[in-house]
């Protein structure tokens, strides 16, 4: 019987059970019925997997558009810039808002129970936020950042493809932010689609057991791709071909017998193997399997539902739910978004996120909850360990009323700045007062918004674990904390040092390709400028500079592909006229020898003021291992004064020596500093002149790396009644440069370029070609061949479980011997090459790797680290920059 898909029928299916004795531990009270009926999602995958046609299914089963778009035709709803609809791919992610189960026009809300032990959730309407993000290497920031405030995510594989490497990279950090995921296999419908190669190469190459809950119904067993297989629910789903995917035919486990006895026998297989690995991982499922007689059969489809969403939701996802489908041909997803509704969390099933608060660690949770008992106390203040949860237990935290993340800013021709949130606690309300804490600014927001793609509905309030949009912000930025504090005026600080709470930020790759911008006139140059300052409030991953020598301005980003994006926006969004040079790429260079102190005295007027400062520096070589940018510390040695190490961007470390002076001691300063300094603000304009110092290096012009600078700071000496923090960065910058062209001149520096890693994906046939390509011509070093038929791990991460493909169970495939041997049947089968190649040789290199693979050739690249040049490499490059 033909059946339309609606709430009703999955609720017939999935009624008739018993409640587990065993339940999820991490149920909300009554009182969170709405964080319970709401899911934040994303689309992640490799480029061209399918996420944007899959997205436009669930819009479209949803009811959220009468039609549904095609990524050639242009008419998605997600990709509405123009640039994405030219080029056919995602370039900004999107998010949009829908129900699923699909509400009908004008009928009353359901009454949502208040614990689902009996019924599955996706019974009952559910708020489902979804973010369709880009695939593409280039903008791996936009990923990262949506992946910030996600609570769960659907990963999009091509059953053609497999797992690629964009989406192994992607499953890596959504695993770095503990994200619970599901896999949808699409494009089954295609010629050489391979669903058991696929949920093989999972298991290899992203580290966890497929829970595989759908097999693929192969039309006679050898044809064209119909339906699936429900595992869970022990039935076969057929679509009618050439339809929308609404009407579905059922088949219950008898009536497959009948009809297609060799099908039913695969699904109690599957059925059988998802059980097993189940009870590895889940002691209920162990506890309903003895309960049915030891059947795998007879265990109810709910029980199934609970224990696949308490294995989803372990920290260290171990099992991965695998669905299959081809949304381009409507089959598959609405049973996927029953699954999105099923399986991942709800706001508050997630980990409580991260702050930093008066420079400590802690939950938001705890905050609030040590907040809430705390008591006034009188100001005598005895010193006690950062660590002791006391010191979290502030009075001012019940003044609190919300706090949120900005993750995204966007300019809109039409609506203005639109900076997008996500709250945490509380709720935002239209026309409250939202502090910045990272800025220490007041704003107000005028105005709040749903969003739905390009489209945006204004709601009156910002509910905890929703995401929306605020308008008319003037300073917020990706990453800063917004906060509403009760009683706040705009001028006005939150108290009890909540002015420094933070959530956790976003951190920004560094960029590698950068290119010359240059207004057309002097008239121009304003409206430029003011066009790149939008891109990087948008783009954080963009970088701007200007060369002190030339006057040009660079632009950098994450690659070519993003740099043009970012071109055609200045020129044909903002309409900026200016001329853009060449891309080219960002190199670093690193100084060969040490250098003794040199002092620089500075006295000048500065704004009109006289101002005076001396500053003794040195620099010396620094080793080549990688260190986390943005830290200082304090020590004391045993013998000697006490010194501060920050560390800088690039593997660059300062090291400020002060005699009789430390930060934990202010009573010492006042007879050695003068009253209008602090030493927090006389190291902090240091660090700002040796970063400025480092930004352009003395041999050619590009930020210098790998250095260790030294600062002796003696406040007898260098420290004067008229010296200010500006005088102080201009004296450090200036000795520093001294010390770089001293060494400079004692020794040749060298110069570092990127190196990327680069995963190139060809043919059998091409292999030989290309691996001799990237090794001889190109001077890059092959570090792994991983082809289909020899499933090996491609990264090196030994804390990572290690999946035996042979222990994985699989359907057949249409086309396969049927042996469950990887690739068998496949002889041309896609091959991986996994290479450390310098970007120099990797610009232009799809055009030329399409020449040597027929065009079938696709590879993604990644920066890995600067690496020293030879001499010979060095001057080479060094000819060809100064050939014109």
């Not at 976003?506 to 057309?520: A, G, K, L, M």
Request: glycine share 8%; charged share 20%; hydrophobic share 40%.
């Amino acid at each position: 019987m033909w059946v339309r898909w609606a709430p009703c029928a999955r609720r017939v299916v999935r009624l008739d059970v018993k409640a587990p004795k065993r339940l999820l531990s991490t149920q909300p009270p009554q009182a969170d019925l709405l964080s319970k009926t709401t899911r934040n999602i994303g689309i992640v995958a490799h480029i061209d997997a399918g996420k944007t046609t899959t997205t436009e299914r669930m819009l479209y089963y949803s009811g959220y558009t009468r039609r549904i778009g095609d990524v050639d035709e242009g008419s998605t709803v997600t990709d509405f810039l123009p640039a994405e609809r030219a080029r056919g791919i995602t370039i900004q992610s999107a998010a949009i808002t829908f129900h699923w189960p699909p509400q009908e026009p004008g009928a009353k809300p359901p009454q949502i129970p208040a614990s689902f032990d009996s019924i599955s959730p996706s019974t009952f309407p559910h708020n489902v936020n979804l973010i369709d993000t880009p695939g593409h290497a280039d903008f791996t920031f936009e990923v990262l950042r949506s992946l910030r405030v996600l609570d769960g995510a659907v990963c999009i594989l091509d059953g053609v493809a497999g797992v690629e490497a964009q989406t192994e990279k992607v499953w890596t950090q959504a695993g770095n932010y503990q994200i619970p995921r599901i896999i949808f296999v699409n494009k089954l419908d295609r010629v050489g689609a391979a669903f058991s190669r696929t949920v093989k190469e999972i298991g290899v190459r992203l580290h966890g057991w497929p829970a595989i809950c759908q097999i693929p119904w192969w039309k006679g067993g050898n044809g064209d791709f119909v339906g699936v297989g429900d595992v869970v629910n022990l039935r076969g789903m057929l679509w009618q071909p050439g339809g929308d995917g609404r009407d579905i035919q059922a088949f219950d486990l008898e009536e497959l017998e009948k009809t297609n006895a060799t099908f039913a026998e695969e699904v109690k297989k599957a059925r059988v193997a998802l059980v097993e690995i189940l009870s590895e991982h889940d002691d209920a499922m162990v506890e309903s399997f003895l309960e049915h007689d030891e059947d795998h059969l007879a265990i109810p489809a709910l029980h199934i539902w609970q224990s696949l969403r308490r294995v989803t939701l372990q920290p260290s996802q171990a099992v991965i739910p695998v669905f299959a489908g081809a949304s381009f041909r409507n089959i598959g997803v609405q049973p996927l978004l029953d699954a999105t509704v099923d399986l991942l969390p709800t706001p508050l099933e997630r980990p409580d996120p991260e702050i930093s608060i008066s420079g400590q660690s802690s939950t938001l949770s705890a905050l609030l909850g040590a907040g809430a008992n705390a008591k006034p106390v009188k100001s005598s203040k005895k010193p006690q360990d950062s660590k002791n949860s006391d010191s979290l237990a502030i009075p001012e935290v019940k003044n609190l009323a919300a706090c949120a993340l900005a993750f995204k800013v966007v300019n809109d021709t039409k609506r203005g700045v639109l900076v997008y949130v996500r709250v945490y606690s509380g709720s935002l309300d239209k026309g409250s007062t939202l502090y910045n804490t990272n800025l220490g600014v007041a704003e107000r927001a005028p105005r709040l918004l749903k969003m739905y793609a390009n489209d945006a509905v204004e709601v009156d309030s910002i509910g905890p674990g929703q995401i929306g949009v605020i308008t008319g912000l003037k300073h917020a930025r990706t990453g800063d904390t917004l906060i509403v504090y009760r009683g706040l005026q705009m001028k006005g600080t939150p108290a009890g040092g909540l002015n420094t709470l933070q959530l956790r930020p976003i951190n920004v790759p560094p960029p590698v390709f950068f290119t010359s911008i240059e207004p057309q006139s002097l008239s121009e140059q304003k409206h430029v400028h003011e066009s790149l300052a939008i891109l990087l409030r948008e783009d954080p991953s963009l970088h701007l500079s200007i060369d002190e020598e030339s006057g040009q301005t660079h632009l950098a980003g994450m690659g070519d592909l993003h740099l043009e994006i970012a071109r055609d926006r200045l020129l044909n969004d903002f309409k900026a006229k200016a001329r853009i040079g060449k891309i080219e790429i960002g190199y670093r260079e690193t100084i060969t020898s040490a250098t003794s102190p040199y002092t620089y005295e500075l006295d000048k007027p500065i704004a009109g003021k006289q101002a005076k400062a001396t500053t003794t520096a040195s620099v010396e070589p620094a080793d080549d291992s990688a260190i986390i940018p943005g830290t200082q510390t304090e020590t004391k040695p045993e013998s000697g004064p006490f010194e501060t190490t920050f560390t800088l961007p690039d593997n660059n470390t300062l090291t400020v020596s002060h005699p009789n002076l430390s930060r934990h001691d202010s009573a010492s300063h006042k007879n050695h500093i003068p009253p209008h300094l602090s030493l927090p603000g006389i190291l902090h304009a240091l660090q700002a002149g040796a970063s400025a110092a480092l930004a352009r290096g003395p041999f050619n012009g590009f930020p210098v790396a790998n250095t260790h600078v030294h600062i002796d700071l003696d406040a007898s000496t260098h420290l004067f009644p008229d010296t200010t923090s500006t005088a102080l960065s201009m004296a450090s910058r200036a000795a520093i440069n001294a010390s770089l062209r001293s060494s400079m001149s004692a020794s040749q520096p060298a110069l570092m370029e990127p190196v990327m890693n680069a995963t190139i994906f060809v043919s059998e046939s091409s292999l030989g070609a290309v691996v001799q390509d990237i090794s001889s011509a190109r001077g890059g070093q092959v570090l792994s061949l991983d082809g289909s038929d020899s499933l090996t791990s491609s990264t090196s991460n030994d804390d990572l479980p290690r999946i035996d493909p042979n222990l994985i169970y699989t359907p057949p495939d249409p086309f396969a011997s049927g042996t469950g041997d990887m690739g068998s049947g496949l002889a041309d089968s896609q091959r991986q090459i996994v290479a450390r190649v310098p970007l120099k040789e990797m610009v232009g290199y799809l055009n030329h790797l399409r020449a040597l693979t027929g065009g079938r050739g696709t590879f993604v690249m990644a920066v890995d680290g600067f690496e020293k040049m030879a001499s010979q490499r060095q001057k080479e490059v060094l000819e060809s920059m100064r050939e014109f």
